[in-house]
């Protein structure tokens, strides 16, 4: 509920029930224009990708992946939640005060 708070109203993303699971496809010429912008390299590295991708109104496509849990995840809630909202608040503010660009 807060990540969708986060990435729906404060990002723009509003339109994707999930950013984070799933495959993104583009084409080459759309992969290289997303990945040229990009600064994010951790965990929320797709929301910046989708983000960069509705700016430079390349179009996208949500598509159901069907999912099932595997038990004996390494992943620490606590420290992967802390660098989900650390990407957030530097995509939230680096994009809209203008210190990162779209070109």
């Known amino acids: 509920m ?3 708070f986060f990435v729906g109203y404060l990002i723009g993303l509003g339109e994707y029930k999930d950013t984070q ?3 993104k496809l583009f084409s080459r010429k759309a ?3 997303i990945v040229y912008n990009m600064h994010l390299t951790r965990w929320a590295f797709d929301v ?8 430079l109104k390349i179009p996208t496509k949500e598509i159901m992946v069907n999912w099932r849990e595997i038990e004996g995840s390494k992943l620490n809630i606590i420290t992967a939640s802390m660098s989900f909202f650390r990407d957030y608040f530097a995509i939230i503010i680096f994009y809209f005060t203008g210190f990162w660009r779209i070109n």
């Open 21 to 23: 699971c799933g495959f």
């Open 31 to 33: 992969a290289n224009k």
């Open 2 to 4: 807060v990540n969708n």
């Open 48 to 55: 910046e990708m989708l983000y960069i991708s509705k700016k």
